[in-house]
């Protein structure tokens, strides 16, 4: 999962050549000769050519003040190495928990015309997540817990368990965001753009604007999911075979 947000200093950019170098079947990142490490300490090595010259393409591009929000395919490869992998079991179950609880499944009560938009936007992905993976989830009126078919978790956690490590960091970053993990692993699937994904997640939001307005805060938070997400499905594109 994200983490909490944090306010980073600008740093200062140190290097002028960018070059990608190739061992066997592993890609890795030198910064005038100096290879792009992890928090641990340990170089980063990535298995896809196409995420690698991405990862380049960011570090030659960084201004010469630079935050670590400049290199979002770095810190998701980075995430996919150093938390994903080693916690996989724990991430696979918090993910899976948001499917128990998936945004799609609560509904405005009737006859409001939310529910008619949400029905319209929300129901065809419940649908698809029937007839691609076999799930059938529950709707209900407003927020109180609902309880999903027997199977249901375990069929959502055999869907994740499919999936890579940097897949699992990228769907980290879009579940908790969207609040759905049919919508993700429709992203994943390439079945639904992620500002489409986005404009789904927020439609509850949206809808409160046209009777009350906009908040300006509420706006540069959507903005930001929006970037997060879209670069989150470009990273997952990039690591696929």
């Keep these: 999962m994200p983490p909490a947000e944090r306010h980073f200093p600008h740093m200062k950019r140190f290097w002028k050549s960018v070059l990608i170098l190739t061992d ?27 995420l690698a010259e991405a990862i380049a393409e960011e570090w030659q591009m960084a201004p010469e003040q630079f935050l670590p929000d400049h290199l979002p395919l770095t810190r998701l490869a980075s995430t ?26 609560y509904r405005a009560p009737p006859p409001d015309d939310l529910t008619i938009r949400q029905s319209k936007a929300w129901n065809p992905w419940l649908t698809w997540a029937r007839e691609n993976y076999g799930i059938t989830l529950q709707a209900t009126m407003g927020l109180v817990p609902i309880n999903q078919p027997p199977g249901t978790r375990e069929a959502f956690r055999g869907i994740l368990t499919a999936h890579s490590d940097d897949a699992l960091a990228a769907l980290g970053v879009i579940v908790p965001a969207l609040g759905s993990l049919v919508l993700g692993l429709a992203i994943a699937a390439m079945a639904l753009e992620p500002e489409a994904a986005c404009a789904a997640s927020f439609l ?20 930001k999911i929006i970037e997060d997400v879209a670069v989150s499905a470009r990273f997952m594109q990039l690591c696929s075979p």
Aim: proline share 7%; aromatic share 6%.
């Design 204 to 223: 509850d939001e949206l809808w409160q604007e046209e009777h009350w307005g906009a908040d300006s805060e509420a706006v540069k938070r959507r903005t």
């Design 24 to 50: 066997k079947a592993s890609y890795s990142i030198e910064l005038d000769g100096r290879p792009v490490k992890l928090p641990s300490g340990k170089p980063l090595a990535l298995s896809s050519r196409p």
């Design 80 to 105: 996919a190495l150093e938390r994903i992998a080693p916690h996989r079991a724990d991430i696979l179950d918090q993910l899976t928990a948001y499917g128990m609880n998936d945004l799609l499944c």
